[in-house]
């Protein structure tokens, strides 16, 4: 195993904790949106924007666990009929093509973040580069997974695959 591969393992171990966090916090605020709106008659007006921008930290962080644990979609069955050889440059080519996606993901995420970074959200009033900078910090995640995917794949044998 090599240290990126246990970097990639470390890195997504903490990801998935923090999933759990993310997840149960917006729950219990989603859960609590709803008690005060019906029951209490009263509205937690910061409540879903909140629970929107939790939502939007999940879904990048669960999708670099997903890439992570190879949870994406995939057509396996064309994949499983290729002969071994040509299977190796399948995987390389997704892994490359899937890592030039990574990399656009932090340029053009830090840029728009940047570009964003003086705007407030209205209900919070936080830094929107702080909503948004979860762009980039995924796609380095996805970037470093990536890697270590590809080199698993070039040291493999074209019949392990």
Known sequence: MTALHQFSTWINQRIEYLLFGLGFSMAILVAVQVFFRYVLNQSLFWSEELARYLLVWLTFLGASCAYYRHAHPGVGILYNRMPPALRKACALVIHLASMG?????????????HFVRLQTTPALQLPKWLVLGIIPVSGLVLLIHGTSFLIDTLKRSSHDL
Not at 103 to 113: D, K, L, N, T
Request: glycine share 8%; no cysteine.
């Open 101 to 113: 996606l990574f990399v656009v993901m932090v340029v053009y995420g830090y840029q728009f973040a």
